[in-house]
Each structure stands twice: as C-alpha cells, then as structure tokens.
C-alpha cells in the first residue's frame, strides 16, 4: 500500500464513526426478524406479487441486502472497529439526545394541546435546538410543513389528525 493509500485509508478510518459493524448487525437481526414476519403473509416469495406480504418482503430483502453491501464495503475498505463505549458515545450525541427529549415531550403534550400546536412547537423547538440560528426561517418551514400535512391529511384523504 503506498503513502497515499494509506492516508486516504487513515482519514477514512477517522472519518467513520466507531461502532459500525455493531450498528450494522444490530440492525441485521432486526431486519431478519420483521423479513421472517413478512414471509408469513401471502407475497413475492410466495408467487402472489400482489399480495398483503409483497411490499414487506421486498423492503426486507432489499436492507437485508444494502446491509449485507455496507458490511462488505467496511471490510475492503479496512475499517477498525471500535469499543462498545465508542458505539454509545456516537449514539448518545448531544444531537441525539435532544432529538429523543423533544420526541418524548411531544408524545407527552400532543393529546393534551392536539395535534397542530404540538407538532409545530416540536418542529420549531428541535430545529433551534440543533442549530440556534434564523429562528424565523425554522417558524417558517414549520409552519409550511404543517400547512401541507393538514391539506394532505385533512382536506385530500380526509383523516381525522390526532
């Protein structure tokens, strides 16, 4: 390997969070588990292409594929895994932790003061949250992406919002 490759390799390496492999078979068992639970319902693999089980076993099979491709593109990429506790420092990140408090409030608050005012404060409190800047542009794409689920939602299919 020349100085080059192993620069480039080095800055990959520093680059890729530590914990990959970890995450990536966690995700493996979970993805295992709802592909065996589609495989239950009538679909693609068993000869209906129309039935309930075809969408589920298709997505199933396409991220028990994509992860299989991750894992193998860390392998020959020379990827080193890190520890257990590098896993949680990556997961557990400020952002990470902002994102999982706001969620948990908003579950808490949007049967008390309904679905539009919650969602838009949730929407308005995590974007200033992460990053604190242009406090109107985020009230601002809140409330866009309010308006257009309450069209969507409310006037086109006609759903009752929470």
């Not at 480039?8 to 979970?30: F, H, Q």
């Not at 075809?54 to 895994?81: C, D, K, M, N």
């Not at 409190?125 to 601002?140: F, H």
Request: hydrophobic share 55%.
């Amino acid at each position: 390997m020349s100085e080059h490759e192993e620069n480039v390799s080095a800055a990959a390496d520093n680059a890729r969070p530590k914990g990959e492999y970890k995450m990536i078979l966690l995700l493996l068992v979970i993805c295992v588990a709802l592909f065996a639970d589609s495989l239950r319902s009538e679909g693609i693999f068993q000869g209906q292409s129309a039935g309930p089980g075809s969408i589920p076993q298709l997505v199933g099979a396409a991220t028990l594929l994509i992860l299989a491709g991750l894992a193998i593109q860390f392998f020959r990429q020379g990827y080193r895994e890190g520890s257990f506790a590098d896993l949680m420092h990556h997961l557990f990140n400020r952002d990470v932790v902002i994102l999982l408090i706001t969620l948990s409030i908003y579950g808490f608050i949007v049967e008390t003061i309904h679905f539009i005012p919650a969602t838009f404060l949730f929407l308005v409190a995590t974007m200033y949250l992460l990053d604190p800047k242009k406090l109107w542009l985020k009230i601002a794409v809140s409330a866009g992406t309010l308006a257009g689920l309450y069209l969507i939602f409310s006037t086109l299919f006609q759903v009752v919002l929470p």
